[in-house]
């Protein structure tokens, strides 16, 4: 990675830092928003949230979606209208039902509602109401209204997958605009305290704004015209992953430029040298990061296959704004941007750097919190890793906590809306499975074999009348268990074991059972592949295999720990019922891929001192010169991924606390004690093959005294 940015990253750096140059960057950017700013805000056109763009790509709940498009127009759902009477219904209530269901028929995507039917305990009501997907989120409101009209004393409610889907909508539906709020609120609170400046923290929130654009610009193009998978829960990601990657290479860079600044009395020069020097770090950064996330194509999951691109996407664009537009913007608008922490030239600064000799002020001293840091890392670096090692291993004991196969569609809120409350009633009077039935599709030829086995298999409470459509017949089979349970699951096994190669089997309780074995098979393929790929990366930047393997471990380490108090967190503390099945595998890819961006961040630098005053030496100022910027970056990230947790969805406030913990432990444990000390008590050894670890032997160290300077390299 050095070897590439050395000829070409010196040009881009001589262009966006350029005297005139930077007036063209400007100028492009804003032909750029212009030009792709109106494609940003039609993503909802091409987001796609049925069943299809989420299921497993070859599941027989997938194929049962696409056989179903011959019975009617359009993915249905089903709403089910329930009323219940404590005391028992009444010949009125009944009445209103009947009245009820009539109307129903005449809302928007209906077909025609099967009901009222009476429970067996005779103190409810049920009518079933087939929707259109499209127009599930109207016609579910219409419905409530309808309901809730009349029937004094008569609880109504309407639920459902229908009654889930406009519940889920409705939170989607605001889910952008809040999220984006949020993100933008916590990084200008952040970056208002870390510059402590009232005009500094304007220049890169302007570009990461230019970066979500661009980014979700790109996104349109490629879900209209490559067939990309975009939905709901991937644009609330992108949205806190592009603002807190750009703040991320924002802090980096903006700390280097002040650092040059001191040394170059012209302000192009310090912006050049910067990009120069902070470069290679942040590409490799961006590139192991949206390559990571590329893994994800190889994920069967249709929602995690294209968050992969999208996400790519984001990390690419927050690079592009933050290597071109965010430097020309500092350069054109001056030193005094900083106020009221200006810079200033020093030329004693510039001496000390071109030396190479102790006197480097930026990274030389060992004052400071970072500075007493690096000195605990000098004095005992052995049992300071064993240390933080094994608080890591007890943290990762919380796994046996983590419960992922699934959410059920009540423990999918935060809150309690109506198909939640709807479902437990339907389960207190009715088969737990009305209304989420499975789903049978086969050979029309075979209609009454096939009914008979769905009627004989264990589990299988009631058998609808068939369907027939193009040489095929659909049954739905209504089961006795809940529908979003592992007992329902087993009875969908069972019934695909029954009807063998003749049938397929769908429907919600199929859909949870594909999902949660495709999320396992993603589990076996993605993270491994993730792991090669950061390790590669990371070999390919510091020309050595030990460091790679080092850091790849530790953040792993740092991932499970991560996971581990999340569990704990999440069953004993938020009292969650569970974890979605593609919890874990997101979780590591957030956390793998944006915690190796904090060692990379470190290493790189480390390397770059080691090459002027030995490894150990180096390792120190390496802590000592990047802890504060990387730890203001940490906490940024951190808390633009917490802003997930703002939403009333179980998925989304875990994936926030789980990601924004796991950044906070990365930056605080594993990249500012365990991987510095780890590498100080292997030396040279760190660079093993490279050339660095070549270097000729140091003095011993002796009280935790840092070694004397090794000869450059």
């Not at 569609?409 to 939640?420: A, E, G, K, L």
């Not at 990249?671 to 070549?694: E, I, K, M």
């Amino acid at each position: 990675m050095n070897g590439i940015w050395r000829g070409s990253g010196r040009r881009l750096a001589a262009v966006v830092s350029g005297r005139r140059a930077k007036w063209i960057v400007l100028a492009f950017w804003v032909v750029l928003l212009v030009a792709l700013g109106p494609l940003s805000g039609r993503l909802k056109d091409v987001q796609k949230d049925d069943a299809a763009s989420w299921l497993p790509a070859g599941a027989q709940s997938t194929q049962v979606v696409k056989l179903d498009e011959r019975f009617h127009s359009g993915e249905q759902v089903t709403a089910v209208v329930v009323y219940s009477r404590t005391s028992g219904v009444t010949p009125a209530d009944r009445a209103k039902a009947r009245a009820d269901a009539a109307a129903f028929g005449r809302l928007p995507g209906a077909g025609t509602p099967q009901g009222p039917f009476v429970s067996e305990d005779g103190r409810a009501l049920r009518t079933l109401v087939p929707i259109r997907k499209d127009d599930a989120a109207d016609a579910v409101k219409a419905a409530r209204d309808i309901a809730a009209r009349g029937g004094t004393g008569l609880e109504t409610h309407v639920t459902g997958p229908a009654g889930g889907v406009a519940d889920l909508g409705a939170v989607f539906g605001a889910m952008d605009g809040l999220l984006l709020a949020v993100a933008a609120g916590v990084v200008v609170v952040l970056l208002l305290l870390i510059y402590r400046s009232p005009l500094l923290w304007l220049v890169p929130l302007v570009g990461a704004v230019f970066a979500l654009g661009l980014s979700q610009s790109a996104v349109y193009l490629l879900a209209r015209y490559a067939g990309l998978t975009f939905n709901g829960q991937t644009s609330g990601i992108l949205t806190v992953l592009v603002f807190g990657v750009a703040t991320d290479y924002a802090l980096l860079l903006v700390a280097r430029y002040r650092e040059e600044l001191r040394r170059h009395a012209d302000r192009h020069e310090a912006m050049a040298a910067a990009l120069h020097r902070a470069g290679p770090a942040v590409l490799a950064s961006a590139g192991t990061v949206a390559a990571g996330l590329l893994c994800l194509l190889a994920a069967t999951m249709n929602a995690n296959r294209g968050l992969g691109p999208v996400a790519a996407a984001g990390v690419v664009a927050a690079l592009a704004a933050m290597t071109t537009l965010l430097p020309a913007l500092l350069v054109a608008l001056g030193r005094w941007i900083f106020w009221p922490l200006v810079p200033r030239y020093e030329p004693t600064a510039a001496n000390a750097h071109a030396g190479g000799g102790a006197g480097h002020r930026a990274a030389g001293g060992v004052d400071g919190v970072w500075g007493r840091v690096g000195r605990l890392v000098a004095t005992r670096p052995r049992a300071l890793w064993v240390g933080t090692s094994l608080l890591l291993v007890a943290m990762a004991s919380g796994l046996g906590s983590l419960s992922a196969d699934g959410l059920a569609n009540r423990d999918q809120f935060v809150t309690t809306p109506d198909s939640v409350t709807g479902a437990a009633v339907v389960a207190r009077h009715f088969p737990a499975g009305s209304g989420a039935p499975a789903v049978v599709i086969g050979p029309a030829s075979g209609a009454a074999r096939l009914a008979d086995t769905l009627r004989a298999t264990d589990g299988v409470a009631e058998v609808g009348r068939p369907a027939v459509a193009q040489g095929y017949v659909r049954y739905e089979a209504t089961l006795r268990d809940p529908a979003d349970g592992r007992a329902a699951q087993d009875t969908v096994d069972r019934l695909r074991k029954a009807v063998g190669g003749t049938a397929r089997v769908g429907g919600p309780t199929a859909t949870a059972l594909d999902t949660r074995r495709a999320a396992a098979h993603d589990d076996r393929v993605v993270i491994p592949a993730v792991l090669a790929v950061v390790f590669l990366i990371l070999a390919v930047l510091l020309r050595a295999l030990v460091a790679p393997l080092l850091m790849t471990a530790t953040v792993v380490l740092s991932f499970l720990a991560s996971l581990g108090v999340s569990a704990l967190v999440f069953r004993h503390g938020f009292g969650f019922g569970g974890s979605d099945a593609s919890f874990p595998l997101l979780t590591f890819i957030f956390l793998v891929a944006l915690g190796v961006d904090y060692t990379i961040f470190l290493m790189h630098r480390v390397r770059e001192e080691a090459q002027r005053a030995g490894t150990r030496r180096g390792i120190v100022r390496g802590l000592t010169v990047t802890g504060g910027v990387i730890t203001s970056a940490g906490l940024v990230l951190a808390a633009t991924f917490a802003a997930l947790a703002a939403l009333p969805l179980v998925a989304m406030v875990q994936m926030g606390f789980a990601v924004a913990f796991g950044v906070l432990l990365d930056t605080v444990v594993v990249r500012s004690l365990l991987l510095p000390a780890l590498a100080y008590d292997l030396g040279r050894r760190v660079w093993l093959p490279g050339r660095l670890a070549a270097a000729p032997a140091s003095a011993p160290r002796r009280g935790g005294t840092l070694e004397p300077l090794e000869p450059l390299t």
